[in-house]
């Protein structure tokens, strides 16, 4: 950090991970999430996949995906299949269109905006606590975020550079 004067700025010690991975309803605005304090895989994506053929058992569920490899391949594939769940992927590098992009950007400045947090578990507790209660805490922010209104381009002309 530049500044004309000295400061020391309180950072955590040591490198500690807590990964969540969310699936957004679009319409209750509910994030369900699987944290770890590993690394979100295959194995991450299937127990994702199957907490949510449990609670929504009886109705279609399709999800729709990124292009990450840990999302498209055969183990996850085949588990969705098994549960009845159609997976949508979007084009490749359009983070934009992926609602939960702007779920978690919220979240982010919400709670990470340059803040001191004492300790990992006191980090990891409030990211899930503020996930959990996105939909009833923050239902304007979620409604004015989670919207289905895209701009959209006909008859357009693509130009190559």
Known sequence: MWSKVRMWVRT??????????GAL???TKKVETITNSSYINSASVVA???????????????????NASYQRCSLV?????????????????SPNLN???????????????????????VYSKSISDFVDALDSDNAGMMNKLVTDKFQLFHHCQILYA
């Open 12 to 21: 955590g010690s040591g490198r500690k991970r807590f990964n969540v991975l």
């Open 77 to 93: 594939t085949e588990k969705a299949r098994e549960l009845n769940i159609e997976l949508l992927f979007l084009p490749a590098y």
């Open 99 to 121: 609602l939960i992009e702007r779920v978690w950007k919220f979240v982010k400045s919400k709670l990470l905006g340059a803040a001191y947090i004492d300790s990992f578990e």
């Open 48 to 66: 994702m996949l199957e907490k949510l053929a449990e609670k929504y058992a009886g109705k279609a569920i399709k999800i729709i995906l990124d």
């Open 25 to 27: 309803n679009f319409v």
